[in-house]
């Protein structure tokens, strides 16, 4: 096992659980998120996506930013502006989607 798989497994191992489906019982806006991540770091593009759609657009949010930090140019920050409007809207219109289909509480 290389170090990568390792660490794929110790983050897998302390997701942090949702407080708001702890206390509620009923998914938030980005339940399913960290999911999301951890599939699409292991390569599982489609399991990203039924998992939360804007897993992706967060990873990309994410690399972006660490790009920003270093070059710190007007680009790298309107490509941040638009990733956050992106990650933000798709996890609206998802969770608004399962609402209506009453996917929510468990």
């Known amino acids: 096992m290389n170090a990568y798989d390792e660490s794929l497994q110790w983050i897998e191992a302390h997701a942090i659980p949702c407080p708001f489906h702890l206390i509620t019982g009923c998914d938030c806006p980005g339940c ?3 999911r999301s991540v951890y599939s699409l770091l292991r390569g599982h593009f489609s399991e990203s996506l039924q998992h939360h759609p804007a897993g992706i657009l ?9 790009t920003h930090l270093q070059l710190r140019n007007r680009y ?3 490509a941040l502006d638009v990733l956050l409007i992106g990650v ?12 209506i289909n009453g996917e929510l509480c468990f």
């Open 76 to 78: 790298s920050r309107k």
């Open 32 to 34: 399913g998120m960290q």
């Open 58 to 66: 967060f990873v990309l949010f994410v690399l972006t930013f660490m």
């Open 88 to 99: 933000v809207a798709v996890s609206l219109i998802q969770y608004v989607i399962r609402w």
